[in-house]
């Protein structure tokens, strides 16, 4: 090279003279080496200079290799960190709408029991002037606090036939409204004889007549019994009789004959495991529709 005075600069780059030598070397190895592929003549060959040039050429081989599996690596990484962000992603939206399926949950259960606090005051202030009396089903309305004892006459276990004594004591209460609730012991008590069972009953409610004319009374029907009761004891089975001997014996006596099945019929959940004996969600929609057949009011 000259500059514009014509002086010659040298060359003192041991850099540049070295890249200049190894690139005459690969050059000269790459035409000894296409001569051996290809079958053409042969020059003069300099194994040192072949040798290297092979090397060289096997480096620079390698180095695309490498290249190339960095890249696929990289891409690899790249597709597992993007996979891995949407793991965590799905799993905080899924979490946070558990997190928020449970808040909407206890909202609801937190709004149904003031509900149901709110229904329940009301339904006392309604069940004030007045008595039920029954069996075990009756008594759970004071054994659960629904209504306070001297509003649920009852015992557990009893017939209709054997209410002697929960009839005196209802009479000493003198209430304004009478609800009866008799059937399921009695189911067994008289064999599904639904006659006998009227018989007793009509008995029971002329003693309350004759003692309270000034109150009325109501007549509720006998719960549905669950297939697992009916397998034990079969008279269980004989409740629709009972109900529509209850239902001819109103018409005659001119009672209201409050049915509660709708309720509970065909709805196993709002049985205990007995297949007898109701949970406690029955006992307020029992309650209320007592009050409106009666026109309570709160």
């Known amino acids: 090279m000259r500059m514009r005075d014509g002086r010659r600069i040298r060359v003192k780059s041991r850099r540049f003279k070295r890249i200049v030598a190894c690139a005459g070397t690969l050059v000269a190895g790459l035409v000894c080496v296409l001569t051996l592929q290809h079958g053409l003549a042969r020059p003069a060959i300099d194994p040192a200079q072949l040798a290297q040039g092979q090397a060289l050429l096997q480096q620079a081989q390698a180095a695309d290799v490498a290249q190339a599996q960095a890249q696929v690596d990289a891409r690899a990484e790249a597709q597992r960190q993007q996979a891995e962000a949407e793991r965590q992603q799905k799993e905080q939206e899924e979490a946070e709408q558990k997190r928020q399926e449970q808040a909407a949950q206890q909202e609801a259960e937190r709004q149904k029991k003031e509900a149901e606090a709110a229904a329940l005051r009301t339904l006392r202030k309604q069940f004030k002037g ?10 759970a309305l004071a054994d659960y606090g629904f209504l306070p004892r001297n509003n649920v006459v009852s015992h557990r276990g009893i017939s209709v036939k054997e209410a002697d004594e929960q009839m005196a004591t209802v009479i000493g209460l003198a209430p304004d409204h009478i609800f009866l609730s008799f059937g399921m012991n009695d189911l067994p008590y008289f064999l599904g004889d639904a006659n006998e069972f009227i018989k007793y009953y009509e008995q029971q409610i002329a003693k309350l007549r004759q003692a309270l004319p000034q109150a009325k009374l109501y007549v509720n029907s006998v719960l549905p019994v669950q297939q697992n009761a009916i397998d034990e004891n079969a008279y269980y089975g004989k409740y629709p009789e009972f109900n529509r001997a209850l239902e001819e014996m109103c018409a005659r006596l001119n009672l209201p004959f409050i049915d509660n099945n709708p309720y509970v019929e065909g709805k196993p959940e709002m049985y205990k495991s007995d297949g007898i ?6 006992y307020i929609q029992w309650m209320q529709h007592m009050a409106q057949v009666a026109g309570l009011d709160g």
């Open 130 to 139: 007045s008595v039920i009396v029954g069996d075990s089903i009756t008594e």
């Open 277 to 282: 004996h109701v949970v406690n969600s029955y």
